[in-house]
Nanobody, 124 residues
């Protein structure tokens, strides 16, 4: 499996931006679909975005479409989530996840490796 560490969480004001990064180590990064999930207090963890290993297919949750952008750099073994026009309802712990040798997937069960999570807080 691949090991994942998230960076870049923090505090932002509504309308602001944050960029999350996920650094991967271990198994060949390039063969993984990378995903981002989030869990708000008292809620279930939910899908945010995913990008296939060549970056050819990207999918977003409706709630972030047009505001968030997922990308990856296979040479650096990193995946990023650029979050713009942040809203207070984006407040959550954000998790990076990796799905080995799959296409575009959005279900948590498809992702076998997870980071520890990073807190994002958006103030009104």
């Amino acid at each position: 499996q691949v090991q994942l560490v998230e960076y870049g969480g923090g505090l932002a004001q509504a309308g602001g931006s944050l960029r999350l990064s996920c650094a991967a180590s271990g198994r060949t990064f390039v063969t993984y679909t990378m995903g981002w999930f989030r869990q708000a207090p008292g809620k279930e963890r939910e899908f945010v975005a995913a990008i296939t290993w060549r970056g050819g297919r990207i999918v977003y949750a409706d709630s972030v479409k047009g505001r968030f952008t997922v990308s990856r750099d296979n040479a650096k073994n990193t995946a990023d989530l650029q979050m713009n026009s942040l809203k207070p309802e984006d407040t959550a712990v954000y998790y990076c996840a990796a799905a080995y040798n799959k296409g575009v997937v959005t279900g948590q069960a498809d992702f076998g490796s997870w980071g520890q999570g990073t807190q994002v807080t958006v103030s009104p």
